[in-house]
């Protein structure tokens, strides 16, 4: 049945969701995400399996080690439970195909990547640098000549733009933007205008209540992108048509 499909999907997301808190705290501090095996950072004692279930051990551990009682950061929980909806909604909306996997990888590396920059204000090149070979791959499976052309275009508009305002843009997002050009094709000016306005909303409103001037203010860019990713895919599901494109999928 379907639904048995949508809850296997949800579980198989919140799972990955748990490995990507991992890599989360991991990748930054220059820690295998293989070994040591999962324990708690404060009193670095090995937690038990059945303290690593999905959603279920944080709410049954009241958000605490089981250890010394050390607090588990909630972003856990909703990393969790974010990447379990994201991975049911992209099954409603591309069913098990390759699309469904391609997504599923965006989607998986963007999460990473926004939350690793909202916490430090910059992401590892080797993430930036897989969705890029990424991005390369899926381009060269599903070649065009005008995709290509647009990857083309775009790269060299972004590169472009860095060099004139790279106080104002990182290259990681640079990097991004050519990566997701080779994913979504045209529909990447609907991403980017999402993640840009989403950006400029939070900037303005931000120097409204703190009362700072909006030119200085500096964001972390990664998190709208990711956003503006899963909008753009919830009105491609609503609309069933790639507007841009004119399209129906």
Not at 58 to 69: E, M, N, Q, T
Request: charged residues 10%.
């Amino acid at each position: 049945m379907e639904i048995e499909k949508v809850i296997f999907a949800f579980i198989f997301g919140t799972v990955f969701g748990s490995f990507f808190n991992v890599v989360i705290y991991r990748v930054p501090n220059s820690i295998s995400i293989v070994k040591p095996s999962s324990h708690c950072p404060i009193c670095k004692r090995t937690l038990k399996w059945y303290h690593n279930i999905p959603l279920v051990s944080y709410i049954f551990l009241g958000g605490k080690c089981a250890y010394c009682g050390a607090k588990i950061p909630f972003s856990y929980f909703l990393i969790e439970l974010f990447t379990g909806i994201i991975f049911s909604f992209l099954f409603l909306k591309d069913g098990f195909t390759i699309t469904y996997f391609s997504n599923l990888f965006v989607f998986s590396i963007l999460l990473i990547q926004a939350a690793i920059d909202f916490k430090y204000m910059e992401v590892p090149s080797i993430l930036n640098d897989l969705l890029l070979v990424g991005g390369i791959f899926y381009l060269i499976k599903n070649y065009s000549l005008n995709y290509m052309l647009f990857s083309l275009f775009v790269s060299i508009a972004f590169l472009i733009l860095y060099f004139f305002y790279r106080k104002k843009i990182g290259f990681g997002d640079v990097k991004i933007f050519i990566a997701l050009s080779m994913f979504f094709n045209y529909d990447l000016i609907y991403i980017i205008l999402i993640s840009s306005l989403l950006g400029i909303s939070f900037a303005l409103v931000f120097s409204l209540v703190k009362k700072v001037k909006f030119s200085s203010i500096k964001l972390p860019f990664v998190p709208y992108i990711l956003f503006g990713v899963v909008a753009y895919w919830i009105i491609l599901y609503i609309t069933k048509t790639s507007a841009l494109m004119n399209l129906s999928i």
